[in-house]
C-alpha cells in the first residue's frame, strides 16, 4: 500500500507523466480503441457502471465486500479483484485510463482524489461528496490534473431536463420565484433507524474490510445497521435524503434557472430517532438572491410526512406524484415533472400542456443526449462534448444539496457566504465543512496553497 509521501509525491510531481494513454482531446493508444476502466465499489451501484460501460474493457474490480462484489466477479472472470483501491492503483495503476466509482457518499471524495492525482478520468455517483470543502476540492483537482469528469445525476442527461431548459430559455414560463420539490424518502430499505443507539454490534463479516470500509472516518464498531445499505440515514457516512436525492431533483432548477449558492437555509423538522441519525422528516427552504435580472428564488424541499402544496394552477382532481417531483411557478405558466428526475416535463393543467403543445414542440432542438457514463467515455476519447455533469458542475449542485443536509444535521438557520466558505455567526460549522480526516487518508491539501 502506498504511504502518504508517496502520493505527496506523485501529485505534486508526476501528475503530468502519468497521464492515461486516453488523454483529454485524444483517442488511439489501444489497439482495439476501447478504454481500461477500473470499477470500485463493484456490488450495488457497481453493477450498474459495469453493465452500461461494456463496450469498454474493465481491467480492474474493487470492492470492500468480497460477496457483495461476487456477482460483478463472476461476470468479468479473469479481471483481477482487488479490496483496497490504493493497492488496485499501485499495481495496475499504468493499465488503467479511467476509474468509475460507486461507494458510500463519505468515500467518494478520497478514491476519487488517489485517481486524479495519477491522472485518472473519473465518474463518481451523486452525491459528488461527503462536504463541501471535499466538492471545491475535487472541482479544483480535476482542473489541476487536466481529466475528464462527471458526477452519476443521470438526470442531467435526460431529454426532458433539455427541454425544460429550452422552455424556459424561450420565456414560455416566465419569470420563477418559486421552486417545489418533495420526495417519499427517507424509507426502507435505505433509512432504517436502529432499534437502540449505539446500534448492536456484532461479528464483522469474513468478506468484509470492516476498516477499509469506514475509510477516513472515525472508527466504530461493526453492525448491520451500518451496512451493506443503511448507512445513507447516519450522518457519518451518507448525507440523509438529501443527498440520496437532491442532485436529482435540484438538477433541473439549479441548472436551469442558474441558481447559483443561497443566501440562506432555514429547516423544519422532527427530532432525529437517536445520536448520530438523520430527521426522519423535514420540510427544507433555500433563498437564492437575485441574478442577472431574474427574480430572488425560494425553494422548498419536503420530505416524507410533510406534504407539497399543489401547484397553483393544477387539475385539482390530480394528485402529486408520490415518489417526488418538481415545478416552478413563473409568471406565465407552471412548469411540473413527476419522479425525482424529469423524465417527461409538462405543463400544468394538462389542458393547459395540449393548448402550448404545439408551439412547444417548434421551440424544440434537443439533440439526442448519450447516458452519463456514454457521454463520459466518449468525452474522453475525444469523440464527444464535455459531461454536462463535470466536476466545474457537479461540485456546486452537490454544495447546494449539502447545505441543507448542513441544516438537517444541525437543525440550524445558515446563512451561507460561499466567497469565505463559511456559516455567518457560526464558526462551529468548519468542522461540517471540512470534516476531520484520520491520519493517511488526508488528500487535497496541496491544492490548496
Same mark, same amino acid.
Given at each position: 500500500?502506498?504511504?502518504? %509521501?508517496?502520493?505527496?509525491?506523485?501529485?505534486?510531481?508526476?501528475?503530468?507523466?502519468?497521464?492515461?494513454? /486516453?488523454?483529454?482531446?485524444? %483517442?488511439?493508444?489501444?489497439?482495439?480503441?476501447?478504454?481500461?476502466?477500473?470499477?470500485?465499489?463493484?456490488?450495488?451501484?457497481?453493477?450498474?457502471?459495469?453493465?452500461?460501460?461494456?463496450?469498454?474493457?474493465?481491467?480492474?474490480?474493487?470492492?470492500?465486500?468480497?460477496?457483495?462484489?461476487?456477482?460483478?466477479?463472476?461476470?468479468?472472470?479473469?479481471?483481477?479483484?482487488?479490496?483496497?483501491?490504493?493497492?488496485?492503483?499501485?499495481?495496475?495503476?499504468?493499465?488503467?485510463?479511467? !476509474?468509475?466509482?460507486?461507494?458510500?457518499?463519505?468515500?467518494?471524495?478520497?478514491?476519487?482524489?488517489?485517481?486524479?492525482?495519477?491522472?485518472?478520468?473519473? /465518474?463518481?455517483?451523486?452525491?459528488?461528496?461527503?462536504?463541501?470543502?471535499?466538492?471545491?476540492?475535487?472541482?479544483?483537482?480535476?482542473?489541476?490534473?487536466?481529466? +475528464?469528469?462527471?458526477?452519476?445525476?443521470?438526470?442531467?442527461?435526460?431529454?426532458?431536463?433539455?427541454? +425544460?431548459?429550452?422552455?424556459?430559455?424561450?420565456?414560455?414560463?416566465?419569470?420563477?420565484?418559486?421552486?417545489?420539490?418533495?420526495?417519499?424518502?427517507?424509507?426502507?430499505?435505505?433509512?432504517? =433507524?436502529?432499534?437502540?443507539?449505539?446500534?448492536?454490534?456484532?461479528?464483522?463479516?469474513?468478506?468484509?474490510?470492516?476498516?477499509?470500509?469506514?475509510?477516513?472516518?472515525?472508527?466504530?464498531?461493526?453492525?448491520?445497521?451500518? !451496512?451493506?445499505?443503511?448507512?445513507?440515514?447516519?450522518?457519518?457516512?451518507?448525507?440523509?435524503?438529501?443527498?440520496?436525492?437532491?442532485?436529482?431533483?435540484?438538477?433541473?432548477?439549479?441548472?436551469?434557472?442558474?441558481?447559483?449558492?443561497?443566501?440562506?437555509?432555514?429547516?423544519?423538522?422532527?427530532?432525529?430517532?437517536?445520536?448520530? /441519525?438523520?430527521?426522519?422528516?423535514?420540510?427544507?427552504?433555500?433563498?437564492?438572491?437575485?441574478?442577472?435580472?431574474?427574480?430572488?428564488?425560494?425553494?422548498?424541499?419536503?420530505?416524507?410526512?410533510?406534504?407539497?402544496?399543489?401547484?397553483?394552477?393544477?387539475?385539482?382532481?390530480?394528485?402529486?406524484?408520490?415518489?417526488?417531483?418538481?415545478?416552478?411557478?413563473? *409568471?406565465?405558466?407552471?412548469?411540473?415533472?413527476?419522479?425525482?428526475?424529469?423524465?417527461?416535463? *409538462?405543463? *400544468?393543467?394538462?389542458?393547459?400542456?395540449?393548448?402550448?403543445?404545439?408551439?412547444?414542440?417548434?421551440?424544440?432542438?434537443?439533440?439526442?443526449?448519450?447516458?452519463?457514463?456514454?457521454?463520459? !467515455?466518449?468525452?474522453?476519447?475525444?469523440?464527444?462534448?464535455?459531461?454536462?455533469?463535470?466536476?466545474?458542475?457537479?461540485?456546486?449542485?452537490?454544495? @447546494?444539496?449539502?447545505?441543507?443536509?448542513?441544516?438537517?444535521?444541525?437543525?440550524?438557520?445558515?446563512?451561507?457566504?460561499?466567497?469565505? @466558505?463559511?456559516?455567518?455567526?457560526?464558526?462551529?460549522?468548519? %468542522?461540517?465543512?471540512?470534516? =476531520?480526516?484520520?491520519?493517511?487518508?488526508?488528500?487535497?491539501?496541496?491544492?490548496?496553497?
Amino acid at each position: 500500500m502506498r504511504d502518504r %509521501s508517496r502520493r505527496q509525491f506523485i501529485a505534486t510531481t508526476t501528475a503530468a507523466s502519468l497521464l492515461p494513454r /486516453f488523454a483529454a482531446g485524444k %483517442s488511439g493508444a489501444s489497439a482495439n480503441g476501447k478504454l481500461n476502466l477500473a470499477v470500485v465499489g463493484a456490488g450495488g451501484m457497481g453493477g450498474y457502471a459495469v453493465s452500461v460501460a461494456r463496450t469498454e474493457n474493465f481491467v480492474a474490480l474493487c470492492d470492500v465486500d468480497e460477496a457483495r462484489a461476487s456477482k460483478a466477479i463472476e461476470k468479468n472472470s479473469g479481471v483481477p479483484f482487488f479490496r483496497d483501491f490504493r493497492v488496485m492503483l499501485d499495481k495496475m495503476g499504468k493499465e488503467i485510463d479511467a !476509474v468509475l466509482i460507486s461507494t458510500p457518499d463519505h468515500t467518494h471524495f478520497p478514491i476519487a482524489m488517489a485517481a486524479m492525482e495519477m491522472g485518472k478520468h473519473v /465518474f463518481v455517483q451523486k452525491p459528488l461528496a461527503h462536504n463541501i470543502w471535499e466538492c471545491r476540492t475535487l472541482q479544483k483537482a480535476a482542473a489541476h490534473y487536466k481529466v +475528464i469528469t462527471q458526477m452519476g445525476n443521470q438526470g442531467h442527461n435526460f431529454g426532458g431536463m433539455h427541454r +425544460i431548459k429550452e422552455w424556459v430559455d424561450a420565456g414560455v414560463i416566465g419569470d420563477v420565484s418559486e421552486v417545489i420539490t418533495w420526495t417519499n424518502r427517507p424509507n426502507k430499505p435505505y433509512f432504517v =433507524p436502529p432499534s437502540s443507539y449505539p446500534p448492536k454490534n456484532g461479528p464483522v463479516p469474513d468478506t468484509l474490510d470492516w476498516d477499509l470500509w469506514q475509510g477516513p472516518v472515525a472508527r466504530r464498531p461493526y453492525s448491520k445497521d451500518y !451496512v451493506p445499505i443503511r448507512w445513507r440515514g447516519w450522518w457519518d457516512y451518507g448525507c440523509g435524503s438529501l443527498g440520496d436525492i437532491g442532485c436529482h431533483t435540484f438538477d433541473a432548477p439549479f441548472w436551469v434557472l442558474n441558481l447559483g449558492m443561497p443566501t440562506k437555509v432555514e429547516v423544519e423538522q422532527d427530532d432525529p430517532p437517536g445520536d448520530g /441519525f438523520i430527521t426522519m422528516s423535514s420540510l427544507v427552504t433555500y433563498y437564492f438572491p437575485a441574478r442577472d435580472g431574474k427574480p430572488p428564488v425560494t425553494l422548498k424541499w419536503y420530505e416524507k410526512g410533510r406534504d407539497a402544496p399543489k401547484p397553483k394552477r393544477w387539475d385539482e382532481a390530480d394528485s402529486l406524484d408520490g415518489e417526488g417531483g418538481m415545478y416552478m411557478e413563473g *409568471t406565465k405558466e407552471t412548469l411540473y415533472h413527476a419522479g425525482m428526475r424529469p423524465t417527461s416535463p *409538462t405543463l *400544468t393543467p394538462k389542458a393547459r400542456f395540449m393548448e402550448k403543445r404545439k408551439m412547444l414542440s417548434e421551440i424544440e432542438r434537443m439533440a439526442k443526449t448519450p447516458g452519463p457514463i456514454e457521454q463520459w !467515455v466518449a468525452a474522453i476519447k475525444g469523440e464527444g462534448p464535455m459531461p454536462g455533469s463535470s466536476f466545474d458542475y457537479a461540485a456546486k449542485l452537490t454544495e @447546494m444539496v449539502l447545505l441543507g443536509a448542513m441544516a438537517q444535521r444541525t437543525g440550524k438557520t445558515i446563512e451561507w457566504d460561499p466567497v469565505k @466558505m463559511q456559516v455567518k455567526g457560526h464558526p462551529e460549522f468548519a %468542522s461540517l465543512i471540512k470534516e =476531520p480526516t484520520l491520519k493517511g487518508w488526508e488528500y487535497g491539501e496541496n491544492l490548496w496553497k
